[in-house]
């Protein structure tokens, strides 16, 4: 089992829509938890950060996360084409992410 | 703005060479990283360190070798590149252990 999981893809979901991205963990003292944003030929980048059960929203994205199921997901509202991209799970105690999920929006 | 740089975007090495990759951030931050992305294998880290010559192995530390004998340079070397390291290379860095990372724009290597 990898240490961390990410839902396979591709996803693909149309303009407007809501995408969801899940991640799994195996590691229970897990303290933080980071959703990255990869573009294409780019290097990824800071989208969200969570540490506490529940939800954290920053504008039109949301993550949650359940440490007792050890998952955390990453809600887009009202998606876009601009959020095409692969996106990152990465459970910091050890600097793991997972393998990403590539998200296309199309119009 | 925090800022990495990495010595290079693209780099052409042939088997054998020794390789070295320079990563430097402006942050003064603590810790440094060195991961490889491949397609289908997402970002496995390489190396890390917490502090000026103290370095840790990540999951994939065989054939590389690291150096960081400054705060805000972290070395990645490759002592005798084989075709299997032909990679992304990205480095990272965070003020602490539970923070995020910043990323650097990554070196595509190429061993042939």
């Known amino acids: 089992q990898k240490e961390v999981e990410q839902n396979s893809g591709p996803l693909s979901v149309p303009e407007g829509a809501i995408a969801s991205l899940n991640c799994t963990y195996s590691d229970r003292v897990s303290q933080s938890f980071f959703w990255y944003r990869q573009y294409s030929g780019k290097s990824p980048e800071l989208i969200m950060s969570?540490?506490?059960?529940g939800d954290k929203e920053d504008g039109r994205f949301t993550a949650q996360l359940n440490k007792a199921s050890q998952y955390v997901s990453l809600l887009i509202r009202d998606s876009q084409p601009s959020d095409s991209a692969t996106y990152l799970c990465?459970?910091?105690?050890?600097?793991?992410f997972g393998d990403g999920t590539t998200l296309t929006v199309k119009p | 703005d925090v800022k990495v740089t990495q010595s290079s975007r693209y780099l052409v090495k042939r088997t054998g060479e020794k390789v070295f990759l320079e990563c430097v951030q402006d942050?003064?931050?603590?810790?440094m990283f060195w991961y490889r992305q491949d397609p289908g294998l997402g970002l496995r880290l390489i190396y890390f360190?917490?502090?000026?010559?103290?370095?840790e192995k990540g999951d994939i530390p065989e054939g590389y070798s690291v150096s960081r004998e400054k705060k805000e340079r972290f070395s990645l070397i490759l002592e005798s590149a084989s075709t299997n390291q032909t990679s992304m290379y990205l480095c990272?860095?965070?003020?602490?252990?539970?923070?995020?990372?910043?990323f650097g724009p990554g070196t595509r290597l190429t061993v042939l």
């Open positions: 990272a860095s965070t003020l602490g252990q539970g923070n995020e990372q910043f």
């Open positions: 360190s917490y502090d000026v010559k103290m370095k």
């Open positions: 990465a459970v910091k105690s050890k600097s793991t």
């Open positions: 942050m003064d931050h603590e810790n």
């Open positions: 969570i540490y506490s059960n």
